[in-house]
């Protein structure tokens, strides 16, 4: 185990974990903001409201995440049509592109997991709500969301952690997240057991980091929960 | 309709490696899962921190740092393991069965909580029944435990192989040549990486939606003769 | 337990393959750098560095077999790790790579180039703040990052990547190996780009790599590559892919 070599290269190997968490908060709240309305239209009675979202999820639950970063980054670019449009100086970043693309599968599994929980929010509480006269909109924003969020904390939480660990495919579109660094340091001093080794530690501190975090907040937002 | 310029044999048989890839995942995953679920239950202090410590780890990093890790460390411990129980020649891992390992490393850490709470759901009174019956504690565990425990398993087995199945395309980046791969070889003759990674991808949703189905079909069979509360 | 230890057996057993008979060399290539080495529709590996190969193996009268695709970045490591005896995958030779692994005698020279797209304001001398890109764990990226400084470099796993963002415009210059470009700038896909600047000569040359201390086979293929070139063989494989001599 060649230690010093691995202590050269920590600090790239933090920068490279840096940029990992940043995707990942940015493409969580992005998910997050697109998986709410996304997850009430799936828990509409509605057959059409229900099921024109479903292909989003469908899709990008259905297929791995290094087939929809490709599909996008490198598919996305062969029409003209993209490249001469507005969108360009975005799409052409691949920092954008990732970033898309990760809210976009995060939001869609995010949405999946809030549509089980509103659904699964007690009959109970809903008719309370009905019963006092709170329209359709207050019902949701006061008593449906907020439980379902609740319910749904340890899946969602499950699921950012997921989110980490996928991040780690961002290296595949030039970007240098953590395992692009790493993947870089190993072509030049062929040590791939220690700078894996290295990689992995890093990536169990920030997955356990975060656990103790969101167990801490699940806490607190179910204090009054029985 | 699509071009795919002569590819479709090879891309056909890149999604073929891919089924391959899966269910060898499956197999030593399921092995994993099980071994994993034993130790965390087991009444020995080692073999539950053995336990706990593989669903973390594995659990913590991701994916394709373990393949990577596998295909390039597995060959030194398994070479290791074999010269301590005498077996001297060289044994060689190609990148299927160090991908299948490493998928089957993962898929069993993950299993290994499904069947532990599969496993702990099971009745006590079955287990009483049993013990007053005279079982021995492995026939207890082989006859009344694990086919209770697979009914109850079965949704969160199901899920984890859709999560296999499209880690898969892990394998790709150590070149093994499942559906990626393939694809990336098509593009680079052809350059058009949107058709193929399109097509790619609605291949990869059919094999989902087979594996749905099949999922349906199998909690149904775990299910024939229980009673169920009203939906 | 017995059970799980059999199948895992079992399983381990199916990927045992026995010390491979002397005189067959498997030879590792990447699979991705055409018109060097690429994968054609029935998915076998083609191109210059397999034509060699095959040359050499027959001038040494042993059987070989190509093992492809592979990743490049991790191709040293197979090596070393005996997946294969030889890698002919239009490897540089370099004091990096030689504490890795020994070199033979070269088979061909390369100097690395700038490409970018025609009539573009891409100034070689003046490079901060551009997009540069190059495929990792090649001299071309070492040079990116070694000798160009302020710019967004961006590191591929294939060089079909690069192109493809090359293509597009991601990166507004490419710094590659200079014939594997050049069949590229010979593609539709490469039209309207061209080299700029001078090729930057690196004295590159490209060997066959093989695991240290294997001194038996280096010395095999050095003497195999002096007969094909002596004899007309490599006159001939070189003919097929360049019109100029690439030795």
Redesign the interface.
Known sequence: MNWEEIFIALPKLLDGALLTLELVFISCIIGFVIAIPVALMRASQNWWVSNIPLIYT??FR???????L??FY??????DAV?DSIFWPVL???YWCALIVFALNTGAYTAEIFRGAIQAVPHGEVEAGIAIGMQKHTLYRRVVLPRAIRMALPAYGNEI?LM??????AY?I?LFDL??VT??I???N?L??EM??T??II??LM??IFIQIWMRMEKHLLKFQN | MIDLQGFGPQIALGAWMTVQVAFGGLIVGLVFGLMGAAAKLSPYAVLRGVGQSYTTVVRGIPEILVVLIVYFGGEDIVNRIAESVGYDDYIEINVFVAGVCALGLSFGAYATEVFRGAIQSVPVGQIEAAVACGMQSHQIYWRITLPQAMRLAIPGLGNLFQVLLKDTSLVSLIALPELMRTSQSAIQNTKEPFTFYFIAALIYLGITTVVLVGQIYAERWANRGVKRASA | MKKIAFALAAVLGLSVSMAEAADKIRIGTEGAYPPFNGINKEGKAFGFDIDIANALCAQMKVECEIVAPLDWDSILIGLKKKKYDAVVASMSITEERKKAVDFTEPYYSNNLTLVAKKGSSVDPKNLAGKAVGAQRATIAANYVTDELKDVDAKLYDTQENAYLDLASGRIDLLVSDKLPAYDWLRSEQGQGFEFIGDAIDVNDKIGIAVRKKDDELREKFNAAIKAIVANGTYAKINEKYFPFSIY
């Open positions: 469908f899709f259905g297929t791995p995440l290094l087939v929809q490709f599909l490198y598919g996305a670019a062969q029409f490249r052409r970043e691949a952690i980490l660990k996928s991040s780690a495919l595949t030039t395992t692009g993947r870089t190993i072509a030049r062929y791939a057991i894996y080794f990689a992995g990536y169990l997955t356990f």
